[in-house]
């Protein structure tokens, strides 16, 4: 992608789109492997209302990154390829805006059930044992350490194609 032709709007969408995509990678990153180790020294009854604080304000922060990201780079594809350019950085950064946007489908099929068992676990923490806890908040975390793949590619990726 040539700079010096591409106009202000399309080089803001892809300063935004990358730049919500690399915050939402390193956030998720800095959980996974910065905050939960911290949280998993907590007694049950403080790790799991830890756990559920942390999980609400990331599900409220979250998404609205991943759709702001997948937005401004599906924009930036879109305006690329109907500008006459078929070459590959349209391409690279289709599949950035999509790799963004795949961390829903990633969490719904692969992390909900672990999800929803540390909820219900928020409610009633007595259910579960100490060992059960925390071995559920360290399988969410690597959950959660998955996920954060997906925006850090998409961030390398578009970067690669919007350069190249």
């Not at 915050?23 to 998720?28: F, I, K, P, R």
């Amino acid at each position: 992608m040539d700079p010096s032709s591409t106009s202000t709007a399309v080089r803001s969408a892809l300063t935004l789109g990358f730049t919500c995509s690399g915050v939402l990678a390193g956030t998720n990153i800095a959980i996974s492997l910065g905050i939960i180790p911290s949280m998993l020294q907590l007694p049950k009854s403080l790790l799991i209302q830890q756990w559920r604080s942390l999980y609400k304000k990331g599900a409220m922060m979250a998404p609205p990154f991943a759709a702001f990201a997948f937005a401004n780079l599906t924009y930036v594809a879109y305006t690329l390829y109907h500008s006459g350019n078929k070459g590959g950085s349209w391409k690279g950064i289709a599949i950035a805006a999509i790799a963004t946007l795949a961390i829903v489908p990633f969490t719904i099929i692969f992390a909900h059930s672990t999800i929803e068992k540390l909820m219900a676990a928020s409610e009633k923490p007595a259910a579960l044992s100490e060992e059960e806890m925390k071995d559920l908040v360290q399988q969410w975390s690597n959950f959660n350490t998955m996920r954060s793949l997906f925006p850090l590619f998409a961030t390398a990726i578009g970067l690669w194609a919007a350069l190249a």
